[in-house]
Antibody, heavy 115, light 108 residues
Framework: QVQLQESGPGLVKPSETLSLTCTVS????????WSWIRQPPGKGLEWIGY???????NYNPSLKSRVTISVDTSKTQFSLKLSSVTAADTAVYYC?????????WGQGTLVTVSS | EIVLTQSPGTLSLSPGERATLSCRAS???????LAWYQQKPGQAPRLLIY???SRATGIPDRFSGSGSGTDFTLTISRLEPEDFAVYYC?????????FGGGTKVEIK
């Protein structure tokens, strides 16, 4: 079955860049769309963006100036970079298969922004 | 931006009862591009419904979705103990995907 696993630092300093990787198994990363979604502690879900199998991207306009999503097909991974983070970026970050909606999700990883 | 408003915020019901959850959009969601998710504490969301009424793989038929335009509904015909959770709707009718604020279904 399709499995996704997020990895990356759990603590990032303000003004630095948050970098996360999602490793995919059970599905070809060259076939589907791949998304990032986040959830601040105790709050609802926020879509960050997605990347297609061809490499085209679509980002949440509220984050667009700070977000980059990329795919590494050789490693069956896709990545998220969010620059100039603040405490407001503290959240559980999920990766998911699918562009329009999340068909399969990773377990999520908590990223805290703090000095 | 399409804003999704879910109601009620909390639904208190007993196992075996019927749950009706509402999701209202600030403007029409094109082609009924609406999905529903279930989220339990400490877990990732799980896709239940897409295209407003199509059940995702492995989802029991007690879950059903309906609606179009600006008004959508998730119905759980008979609540099982494992159904008590938070439910989110999400639209993908435009280039900006948005989620509703969630409805918590709790045991009465």
């Amino acid at each position: 079955q399709v499995q996704l696993q997020e990895s990356g630092p759990g603590l990032v300093k303000p003004s630095e860049t948050l970098s996360l990787t999602c490793t995919v198994s059970g599905a070809s990363i060259s076939t589907y769309y791949w998304s990032w979604i986040r959830q601040p502690p105790g709050k609802g879900l926020e879509w960050i963006g997605y990347i297609s199998y061809s490499g085209s991207t679509n980002y949440n306009p509220s984050l667009k100036s700070r977000v980059t999503i990329s795919v590494d097909t050789s490693k069956t991974q896709f990545s998220l970079k969010l620059s100039s983070v603040t405490a407001a970026d503290t959240a559980v970050y999920y990766c998911a298969r699918g562009g329009n909606y999340g068909i399969n999700w990773g377990q999520g990883t908590l990223v805290t922004v703090s000095s | 931006e399409i804003v999704l408003t879910q109601s009620p915020g909390t639904l208190s019901l007993s196992p075996g009862e019927r749950a009706t959850l509402s999701c209202r959009a600030s403007q029409s969601v094109s082609s009924s591009y609406l999905a529903w998710y279930q989220q339990k504490p400490g877990q990732a969301p799980r896709l239940l419904i897409y295209g407003a009424s199509s059940r995702a793989t492995g989802i029991p038929d007690r879950f059903s979705g309906s609606g179009s335009g600006t008004d959508f509904t998730l119905t759980i015909s008979r609540l099982e103990p494992e159904d008590f959770a938070v439910y989110y709707c999400q639209q993908y009718g435009g280039s900006l995907l948005t989620f509703g604020g969630g409805t918590k279904v709790e045991i009465k």
